[in-house]
């Protein structure tokens, strides 16, 4: 039921980008897909709408049009589009320091964190110390009274660490702290984003979303997981006692965003990971970010910044969790030597597995990839390249 030669896919693209839905074909039949989902918008106009394959292979049946999925550290691109809008409505200043807007987080050390340090992975707040768990993180009171006890592993700005799961912890409880209604930063992205620009995406999926739109996740394997990674963070990952197993295995790990029963876990943010929707609604988010925002009312000024290029931290752009180099900046990740997307003044978030969106201002364009099987490593999915070779040549 599962066998990707037989894979039907669905939807239509504009003449100019037939390739792409070649090279999306071709990766049921090249790249082991299974199911998945690839859309993009192009100065507004929705040029790629692509979906197939399986959804759920146990059952055989097909990925539809409405089909969502989880999309792991994509969700931190989407969670960073709240702080963009926080900061173009006079909310938020990345320059300042997070304790401006909420005095307890400057305790143990952390009174000179700035923003601008937080979103790029900068302050040393990658693992935590004490334990995290599902009722914690339900409880943001509780969850917001950790996260001030951290103590920061070194001096904010020195280092880049990937904040796996920790990052989207701390923008949820500063964006409540500035929004004048508090609210979480999933409640927020429902009513100032998603329900704004009729986006299927949830970060902190409802209870009410049906099984049967959700597609579960498929490995690809224990071996190909393990050695896709650089050997180095192989090795972090394997000791208990590293920062990188403490920031992603466990404490709560990544694990948290599912369910046995429910496929997903529902009504439970993880702004860093756990969110959940269709590769349309990344696309056309990122399109409206890389078009000026005039529908979410960005400001000039927010999209400025975010075009920006990353800023070294005083040590490199060298990830001590990841092990290699990397370049973030509020909240989304830049285009760089080891992960190029769109132009210099791209920003965006991939997830672990294969999925990828991106705003590429210089044309206006938006784009989104996702998928319920999980490739190996953290180096760019074949699959998502050969779509967006494919996307390069019709752009040509």
Known sequence: MSNPSAATVNGHVSPRFAGVRTAFEENFTKHNELGGACCVYLRGEKVVDLWGGVRDPATGAPWEEDTMVLVFSLTKGMSAMTLALAHSRGW???????????????QNGKEAITVRHLLAHQAGLHAFHENIDRAI???????????????????????????????????????????????????????????????????????????????????????????????PMIRALMNPWSDAFRACIVNPGAGVVTDKDRIYARDLEVPSGG?????????????????????????????????????????????????????YALGFMKPFDGFAFGH????????????????????????????????PGVEPDPRDVALREALSAGLA
């Open 344 to 375: 210099a003044d791209a920003f965006g978030a991939p997830g672990a597995g294969g999925s990828l969106g991106y705003a590429d201002p210089s044309i206006g364009l938006g784009y989104g990839y996702v998928t319920n099987r999980i490739g």
């Open 92 to 106: 938020l200043d990345y320059e300042a320091r997070v304790a401006d807007n909420w005095p307890e987080f400057a």
């Open 137 to 231: 993180i339900a409880d943001p009171d509780r969850l917001a009274a950790i996260l001030a006890r951290e103590a920061p592993a070194w001096p904010p700005g020195t280092r880049n660490a990937y904040h796996f799961l920790s990052l989207g912890f701390y923008e949820g409880e500063l964006l409540r702290r500035i929004d004048p209604a508090h609210r979480t930063l999933g409640q927020f992205f429902q009513d100032e984003i998603a329900t704004p620009l009729d986006l299927d995406f949830y970060i902190g999926l409802p209870d009410v979303i049906p099984n049967e739109r959700l597609a579960p996740l498929t490995q690809a394997g224990l071996i190909k997981s393990v050695f896709g990674y650089p050997f």
């Open 275 to 327: 969110g959940v929707g269709t590769a349309r609604a990344i696309a056309k988010a990122y399109g409206v970010f890389a078009t000026g925002g005039s529908e979410l009312g960005l400001q000039p000024e927010t999209l400025a910044a975010l075009r920006a290029p990353a800023m070294p931290p005083s040590r490199g752009f060298f990830d001590e969790v990841l092990r290699d180099d990397a370049q």
